[in-house]
């Protein structure tokens, strides 16, 4: 190894170590949120492109009452057309509700989430991603019944 060399790896560890110092030296205000997205991560998904949301036209289930609007009592089975690439399907309701979808691509996986509404009363909101046509399980908990829409946001 060259001297120069040397001395480039000199100065890598010098600045990896002052690095070091100053991550560790600086004190955290809070803990943060875990819920909520850095800036950064926004910008960046800003450059890579949304992922576009799934037409509530191509969704069609036994308890539709409307297009995009299932109300039902227990659960109900969303049948999703193909969409020809990676979309999202955004299901809003005004009560809690579950919904189990199989995961997009090859994996052998089945996803469950229990959605509540949100604390600053917009309701509750379960955001699916599929790549080809699927079933979505939509549950309501308790005796009452449930009405979920299929949105584009």
Not at 2 to 31: E, M, N
Not at 42 to 66: F, I, K, N
Not at 114 to 130: F, H, I, L, N, R
């Amino acid at each position: 190894m060259s001297g120069r060399q040397k001395a480039l790896l000199g100065v890598l560890a010098v600045l990896l170590v002052a690095l070091f110092v100053v991550a560790v030296s600086v004190p955290g205000q809070d803990r943060g949120d875990p819920g909520a997205r850095h800036g950064l991560v926004d910008r960046l998904g800003a450059l890579g492109g949304e992922r576009s949301a799934v037409d509530p036209g191509t969704v069609s289930a036994d308890c539709a009452d409307e297009t995009g609007r299932l109300v039902f009592t227990g659960s109900c089975v969303l049948r999703v057309a193909d969409p020809g690439g990676l979309r999202t399907l955004v299901l809003r309701s005004p009560a809690r509700f579950r919904v189990t979808a199989p995961a997009p691509g090859d994996a052998d996986l089945t996803i469950r989430d229990d959605v509540e509404p949100a604390s600053d009363g917009t309701g509750a909101v379960a955001k699916v991603a599929v790549d080809e046509a699927t079933e979505v399980a939509v549950t309501c908990p308790g005796l009452g019944g449930c009405t979920v829409t299929v949105t584009t946001s």
